[in-house]
């Protein structure tokens, strides 16, 4: 028992675990606003361009309705017991699935381009002059102002710096 209790606190303490437990965490913060964007901002903006239609409230009763009883909400259902087909909750969750997927996708495009920027710097940093070149001769790295090899004791020709 106590070698598996020791391997289960190496599996939680290791990063990987932890990252995707900072992730959810934040994704369910996330999911709220991305929820409040939809109910709050895009919903009202997609009910007046189709002239009033609120998606909350799109749904098909599948059960009768009592003898002088009218249902106009979900909520009414639900209180008279009514079983219903709620289509325009199921619309919402598919606009929230593509704001989220815009949102995302805009992050990481931003991220990417970040990670690009310090990329480039990185490539624009202007290489160092070499100070060594290779004996043609013997193969060993030697000085870039050396005219004899230390080594193998051979003139070295002006080509031979140029080709490092």
Do not use: W
């Amino acid at each position: 028992m106590k070698k598996f209790v020791e391997e289960f606190k190496t599996f939680v303490m290791r990063g990987n675990v932890m990252n995707l437990a900072v992730g959810v965490i934040i994704g369910g913060a996330f999911q709220a606003i991305v929820n409040s964007l939809v109910n709050d901002v895009v919903s009202p903006v997609i009910s007046l361009a189709t002239k009033g239609i609120n998606f909350a409230d799109k749904f098909i009763l599948l059960s009768k309705v009592p003898e002088g009883q009218t249902v106009a909400t979900v909520e009414q259902a639900k209180e008279l017991g009514i079983a219903t087909l709620n289509y325009g909750s199921f619309i919402t969750a598919i606009i929230n699935f593509f704001i989220m997927a815009i949102v995302i996708f805009c992050l990481v495009k931003a991220i990417n381009k970040l990670m690009d920027l310090g990329k480039k710097k990185e490539e624009e940093a202007p290489a160092e002059e070499p100070t060594t070149k290779v004996c043609p001769f013997c193969k060993s790295e030697i000085s870039i102002e050396a005219v004899k090899c230390p080594h193998c004791t051979s003139d070295i020709p002006e080509e031979a710096a140029e080709e490092e």
